[in-house]
């Protein structure tokens, strides 16, 4: 599918007049979308929404593993002291694999839900004088 | 045979306008600045009658509410939503043969309809399925004669007289229960599942397969669907959402990534891999693009109470089709086109795979689904008029009336307006469900659950 070339640039401010004609209106802010993120991804296939998407949903939680590497950083790690886990634990790379310790713990959760717990509902004091509550700023943005 | 169906039980939208005036009513769950994952509410249903409510969250737990008895000193708050009973239902695992980790959220929980005085749910988890006992003990039995009040066994030698043991009255407890483990039928994640009208059945549906159960048996499940194909490399699409008739046992209808819905017949064939019916509104292929499909992914689909119509939730709209035409829907409702320019940003921020639910309200006049910034969108389709509410802390007043919300698109904003760019994308609204007789809705928001009723007059 070949993009226009006067879609690329005005795109973007006529798809936002709501005085284009008809269906257009509908088709051109998609179509700058599709331009846009296309400048940011060349590489983005012409398969959209197929295998590669379904593939992804498909295999989530998977998790890789190779008995081999671990063991031989396992073996390593008894002599010298464990290398700095950076940031994201699960990333494998070089030295670092992850072991048991470093895995953030998969407990369930032992504590209640806070939809039942002993607060779990705002308590209102009607206050007898006029003030802005809102201005207690309870709500972040 | 009835066009609509009305809630036994008063309360009902009035006759002629549907003029809804929402008021906030509670409000659940701590007002946190972080909040944790494991308090995320990933699902909202009401039970049969309405009086009992039940939400799942990431961390596995079901909390349900049970609404009070109105009380007749306070006549203008209709029975108020209070913790019925709470219970880990699901815990984390780690499939090792597969290196797969299994998460415990909960993605769906349907209520059995009751039949004795225990109340039963399904929930389910991206792998397992459970049935839930949920009853209530208010009797304790006392003087027993092998064992002490504490439970402490007692020498049978010492024993001298027998005694029958009486039962007590004892302070409520609400005890829930796993009856049944519905295990290992699913490799892929299920999304779905659904109760069937025979009350001895249900459907569970994951991206791939959809399984047939009988309730009380968990060491056997039937395909039903399978669009699996024999060469990975081959697939275009996966079952998105899965339901059953809710009158006629042998009709299900599942959705496609691909924005089409099938409806099968059980009757006709064991696997029901070829459709009855097979929905889907036909594209303007000019219109195509990069977008389409993964806009088009149909996120929900529910049948109406009447099972006269069916309902879905793609990105941008809802849908509402008669089930005699499958050529194009009935009616098609805008949540928020204003995304429709946004889409490049939506796709990087993941937020274009965001799955709404949506839902019907008891006589099938209204529909409700969600959208960003905590707001959620209602539309009244007798009266043709929709309506843009929010779910915030700042509305939350003892019966206080919503005011709409508008989004301003373009232009010059007005005052009381949002616009586009202002709206907060972490704040989605998924998951939303209307009491099947009255008027009072309840919406997740994340980590809080919002019940809204309309104002008595």
Redesign the interface.
Known sequence: ?SQKQDEENPA?ET??E?QDTQ?KE??L??????A???A?YPS?GQK????D???K??Q??????DSGDYNMAKAKMKNKQLPSTGPDKNLVTGDHIPTPQDLPQ????L???????L????I?IIPPLHFDI?GLG???? | HKRHMRGAGGGGCPAGGNDFQWCFS????????DVAE??I?STVEFNYSGDLLA?G?K???V?IFQREQENKSRPHSRGEYN?YS?F?SH??E?DYL???????KINKIRWLPQQNAAHFLLSTN?KTIKLWKISERDKRAEGYNLKDEDGRLRDPFRVTALRVPILKPMDLMVEASPRRIFANAHT??INSISVNSDHETYLSAD??RINLWHLEITDRSFNIVDIKPAN??E????ITAAEFHPHQCNVLVYSS??GTVRLCDMRSSALCDRHSKFFEEPE?P?????????IS?ISDVKFSHSGRYMMTRDYLSVKVWDLNMESRPVETHQVHEYL?????SL??NDCIFDKFECCWNGSDSAIMTGSYNNFFRMFDRNARRDVTLEA???N???RASLKPRKVC??GKRKKDEISVDSL?FNKKILHTAWHPLENIIAVAAT?N?YIFQDKIN
Request: charged fraction near 35%.
């Open positions: 599918m973007e798809g936002e709501k269906e509908g088709i802010p998609e179509r700058a979308e599709e846009k993120l296309k940011k983005l959209p929404g197929g295998s998407f379904l593939m949903r498909l989530k939680g998977q998790k890789y593993f998969r407990k369930s959760s504590v209640t839900s806070k939809l039942a717990g607060f779990s509902e705002e209102f809102q309870m709500l972040a943005a | 509670q409000v659940k769950g701590a007002i946190d600045e494991a308090d509410i939400t969250d961390g596995g737990r909390v913790v709470t880990q815990e984390p780690f597969k290196s797969l980790e299994i998460e415990e991206d892929y994640h991206d791939l990975m490399e697939l275009t699409e996966v990534s691909k303007d000019s219109s195509r693009s990069f977008f389409s499909e993964i992914s429709r320019s946004k889409l490049c796709y990087e915030s802390r700042e939350s007043k003892p698109t373009g907060d980590n659950l």
